[in-house]
């Protein structure tokens, strides 16, 4: 018969030996793992430094959760099936145990602490918007997004954003295309390889500026300014949702970053400004009763309107 010390033993080679083998797996497996519209599964495939971050923290986190999760129900079910009744054992008659009562406050407390201590610096560096390329204000609409380039080259360029996938898709009379859902008429254009700081509010409820591929997600405020950046390493399109619950259509608000080369950038500002293809701008388009933050309104708005992070005029 097998003392508890023995089967502590065993059970905890074990343990290490699958879970070091999985943990690994999944570490060095993940660029296969990585996601792009054509897949169903895990986070989209980051083009930023910063996404690159929380990707890799969302598998250290999952593959601590994993260890946990196996760990106490891998004890528990073996105890249950090598201590079972059939087998003569008779159960202990004891009320407490100050020794594994601490344990299983301290360690926990611990992991917590652990993993707080490793996420502060990705939660620091996405807040560090300072020395950006360029500026935009992000500004959620029940259900919309509007776009203004403040500072940097594009300055002054402002329109709405649009889903555009018909609504014959959504009701099931027309197949749904790739993009279901993740297209828009004007995406956000920005040059690649540049820091774009975005200044985020809101015009009616809660809205939440959402990109996996960059790394940002940020809540939308009325009345509130939040920021947020993304420097993107690799041009192309990248898409997210609105990602806080405000409104009926909620589902039909996207987010679509256009990352292109900087001659493309400047050729498309150049556009922009002279209003060749300047489809809807908020001025024309702006919904009835809109009552944005104007640049001057976040400069010289009250502190305590605004994030600590973003105490700093907006212009
Ligand atoms: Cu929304």
Partial sequence: ???????????????????????????????????????RYNLREPVTALARDLYFMHYVLLAICLVIFVGVFGVMFYSMYAHRKSRGYKPANFSDNHTVEVLWTVIPFLI?????????PAVMAQKDTSNADLTIKVTGYQWKWGYEYLKGEGEGIKFLSTLTTPYEQRINV?????????????????????????????????????????????????????????????????????????????????IEV???????????????LAGET???????????????????DVATAKPATISMSSQEEVK
């Fill in 112 to 120: 917590v602490v652990g993993i707080g201590v490793y996420a502060t």
């Fill in 258 to 272: 256009k990352v292109v080369s900087d001659e493309e950038y400047s050729e498309w500002v150049g556009l922009q």
């Fill in 1 to 39: 018969m097998l003392t508890a010390r023995r089967i502590v033993l065993k059970a905890s080679k074990f343990f290490t030996g699958f879970l070091g083998t999985l943990f690994a797996l999944l570490v060095f497996s993940l660029p296969a793992f990585a996601n792009d519209l054509n897949t």
């Fill in 174 to 254: 027309a197949p749904k295309t790739n993009d279901y859902l993740l297209e828009v008429d004007n995406p956000l254009v920005v040059p690649v390889n540049k820091k774009v700081r975005v200044v985020i509010t809101a015009n009616d409820v809660i809205h939440a500026w959402s990109v996996p591929a960059l790394g940002v997600k940020q809540d939308s405020i009325p009345g509130f300014v939040r920021d947020s950046w993304f420097k993107a390493e690799k041009t192309g399109s990248y898409v997210g949702q609105c990602s806080e619950l405000c409104g009926k259509d909620h589902a039909f608000m996207p």
């Fill in 278 to 296: 300047k489809k809807i701008s908020i001025s024309s388009a702006e919904p009835e009763n809109a009552d944005v933050l104007s640049q001057t």
